[in-house]
């Protein structure tokens, strides 16, 4: 692995950055590998990496049936937060953004997370009283949150609109100041050139056909648009398509897929200096370090896998974002597009073993699993090496329906599904 | 935005209408008698078919009228769209595509 550092960037700047190599080998399948992760996206390309890292195997492939780092990975508002209401998803999510916080040093891949601060606003009364109470939960568990007036709101976003005669009035606001964004492309990037450089092979352009079990029913190898490839273990890591892939071995999840879209306007000089979250008038805003807003939209009411959706929904969301910064009224939008994501009934993921031997899922992220990148891809992959779930995904089990022990995130969530 | 054509109305934008989910999934017989598998399949597990998908709409601004359609949820165009209660005049997917060997 060629090392990044201001002393290479140097050295490749006299050399007129023709030196400069490719960043992960352009893999072909073998025939056998200890492990094989399905899904090239953030998550499967760290669990591959922390497999390799962490637990030793380094004999495993990713197999991607698009390019990596193409789905919702490159798709999604790059939103990273941990303020989730119960303590198994504070757990989670926190795990997760502590591990955001030196990933770049990690990787040795600049990742850009910018800890920004996330703001959720309050409309309502049950909103202050909703939020409130996740402030409250929040700091129970030792995640940062904050309660702030619509005064301190507008100094810390100081293009809100705090007047009290639009329909949906600022009434508060919570603040995560850890919580912020991450460059999504990178993400995906940095994992997949670290995992290389272990001796995972990314093999993009695969597409999983079927998966082939042996007299007993345990997992013994893939079939993929680019031949048989044996293993023993296998991760399924698949965003919206997990359904059709653990289809594939007679298992079914509790997960529905829905096109999620998001939007950008064209670039502009800096304005926005934290991410805003509105649940209740579903807007969500913040700015990429390229000057373009970057608004995300809502699910569309139908499961579908055309990552698309309709207009109307996008209109929605730009209606409120219009009411609560009015700057932002005559901006262009420049592109809009959709994800295909996987909700499960309670909103929380399920990362957890099946009940087919050797085959693991990490899945149900639904609207927001960028966030959960690298604690997700870190807790899948002990779960995958062990055989076992690690003790802060011990909850996140696919029984948990048949059990009764939801984790009821989907009407606590501070998104709006 | 897809125009859903109601088997009461006619054909409508979707904004009239709001979608119920999977179709055809019957609440167990005798609920005392039905193991946790049971209700945990009629709860919460959806086939999540790719392809053909049989599903409920309901016309919630129009005749308020329950109905099913089947729609391909790889280019969401409607194949049929049926009252409550006839049978799906097309097949629609399983989810499950191979049992794979046991």
């Known amino acids: ?417 | 935005m897809l125009i859903i054509d109601c088997p009461y109305c006619g054909p409508r934008p979707e904004l009239e209408f709001a979608h119920g989910g999977q179709a055809h999934v019957a609440r167990p017989a005798d609920p005392s008698k039905a193991t946790d598998d049971e209700w945990t399949e009629y709860l919460y597990l959806r086939n999540n078919t790719r392809g053909l998908y049989a599903e409920r709409w309901r016309h919630a601004r129009g005749c308020g009228r329950f109905f099913n359609a089947i729609r391909d949820t790889t280019t969401d165009q409607f194949v049929a769209t049926y009252r409550s209660g006839e049978k799906p005049p097309v097949a629609a997917g399983t989810g499950v595509a191979s049992r794979g060997t046991p």
């Not at chain 1, 409309?123 to 909703?130: L, N, R, Y």
């Not at chain 1, 940062?144 to 508060?172: H, M, Q, S």
Request: include cysteine; charge should be neutral.
């Open chain 1, 1 to 417: 692995m060629q090392k990044f550092s201001a002393w290479s960037l140097l050295r490749e700047a006299f050399g007129g950055h023709q030196g400069w190599k490719s960043q992960w080998r352009r893999a072909a399948p073998k025939a056998e590998y200890d492990a094989v992760i399905v899904g090239g996206g953030g998550h499967g390309l760290g669990a591959a990496y922390y497999l390799a890292a962490e637990h030793g195997l380094t004999n495993i492939a990713i197999v991607e049936k698009g390019w990596i780092g193409g789905g919702n990975t490159g798709r999604n508002t790059t939103i990273i937060r941990s303020n989730y209401l119960f303590d198994e998803s504070a757990a989670l999510y926190d795990h997760s953004l502590k591990l955001w916080q030196d990933l770049s040093q990690v990787l040795n891949y600049n990742v850009m997370f910018s800890p920004r601060g996330v703001m959720m606003l309050a409309h309502t009364v049950h909103d202050v009283q909703v939020i409130k109470r996740h402030v409250h939960a929040n700091r129970g568990n030792g995640v940062d949150n904050e309660w702030l007036t619509p005064e301190d709101a507008k100094a810390f976003c100081p293009i809100l609109n705090i007047e009290r005669n639009i329909r949906y009035p600022v009434l508060g606001a919570a603040l995560q100041r850890r919580g912020g964004t991450a460059r999504h492309d990178t993400v995906a990037w940095g994992y997949a050139r670290a995992a290389d450089a272990l001796g995972v092979d990314i093999i993009e352009n695969c597409e999983v056909t079927g998966i082939r079990r042996d007299g007993a029913g345990a997992v013994e190898g893939l079939e993929t648009t680019r031949g048989t490839i044996r293993t023993r273990k296998v991760g399924v890591s698949a965003a919206g398509h997990t359904s059709v892939v653990l289809g594939y071995a007679g298992v079914r999840l509790p997960l529905e897929s829905f096109p999620l879209q998001a939007l950008v306007s064209e670039p502009v000089k800096p304005v926005m200096p934290c991410v805003v979250m509105s649940n209740t008038i579903h807007a969500y805003m913040s700015q990429s370090d390229k000057g373009d807003l970057v608004i995300g939209a809502g699910t569309d009411a139908y499961n579908s896998y055309t990552q698309r959706g309709a207009l109307h929904i996008n209109t929605h969301t730009l209606e409120a974002i219009c009411e609560l910064f009015p700057m932002v009224r005559r901006l262009k939008m420049m592109r809009n597009w959709g994800g295909i994501v996987d909700v499960t009934p309670d909103r929380s993921p399920i990362i957890a073993r099946t009940p087919v031997k050797g085959l693991y899922v990490n899945c149900g992220w639904g609207t927001g699993g960028f966030k959960a990148t690298p604690g997700s891809a870190h807790l899948f992959a002990w779960t995958i090496a062990h055989d076992e779930p690690h003790p802060i995904n011990a909850p996140f089990t696919i029984e948990r329906f048949r059990d009764g022990l939801l984790i009821d995130e989907a009407a606590a969530a501070a998104v709006a599904h």
